[in-house]
């Protein structure tokens, strides 16, 4: 059975913390994703990678990085928290070759404080 | 500019009743599409997808969507509704003219299922 898997269901964090949010798929997936999740907004990109060490800006980059040292694992990262980065993460992963189905991991609910 | 649209945020139907879920996008070409839901907790999983061919597409748990291209429309059907159909559910396009990669997402439209 195919399985994303992310680090933390929920954190908590203070302001101007640094923080990793880990996904890790076992799919043998080329790409990966990372979206924000907020009511009524649906899914935002964040960053999208497509083969270790390559990354590209989503929709709302800002405040964010990410790094691909290993093909199934994929990190986003808060430079330094804010409490408008409160939200659910998701993390997802695909096939190569264009738009394909996107297998999802569970979230992580990031609460800022 | 591509977009999708779910021009409804809540959706109530007595257990048992038919469901529709409507799905509205702009698009310069036929694009991919997909419906995905999401339980409450949990991440997404795909219910269904369009990508060519016939325009009837059948998914899991019962679940069907119809490719409607005069209309710009995907929307997404169910004869009878359990109570573990509860859930928000997304319909998504794709690929976005800025990357070969990206889905577009609309803003969800959760399902409440009275008993």
């Known amino acids: 059975d195919v399985k994303v898997t992310q680090s933390s269901r929920y954190l908590v964090k203070r302001t101007g913390e640094k923080v990793f949010l880990e996904c890790v798929q076992d799919m043998d997936h080329e790409n990966m994703f990372w979206y924000r999740q907020d009511p009524g907004l649906g899914l935002r990109l964040i960053y999208f990678s497509y083969d270790v060490k390559m990354k590209e800006k989503g929709d709302i980059p800002e405040g964010y990085s990410v790094s691909r040292e290993k093909k199934e694992r994929f990190s986003l990262i808060l430079e330094s928290a804010s409490t408008n980065q409160t939200s659910m993460y998701l993390c997802?992963?695909?096939?190569?070759?264009?738009?394909?189905?996107?297998?999802f991991g569970p979230g992580t609910r990031l609460t800022v404080t | 500019a591509q977009s999708v649209t779910q021009p409804d945020i809540h959706i109530t139907v007595s257990e048992g009743a038919s469901l529709e879920l409507r799905c509205n996008y702009s698009y310069g070409a036929t694009p991919y599409l997909f419906w995905y839901v999401q339980s409450p907790g949990q991440g997404l999983q795909l219910l269904l997808k369009?990508?060519?061919?016939?325009?009837l597409v059948q998914g899991i748990k019962g679940f069907e969507a119809e490719f409607k291209r005069s209309q710009s429309s995907f929307n997404l059907r169910k004869p009878s509704v359990h109570w573990s159909d509860a859930a928000e559910y997304f319909c998504a396009v794709g690929p976005s003219v800025d990357s070969s990669y990206k889905l577009i997402f609309g803003s969800g439209t959760r399902l409440l299922v009275r008993p």
């Open positions: 997802a992963s695909s096939l190569p070759g264009g738009v394909n189905e996107q297998y």
């Open positions: 369009y990508f060519s061919g016939d325009t």
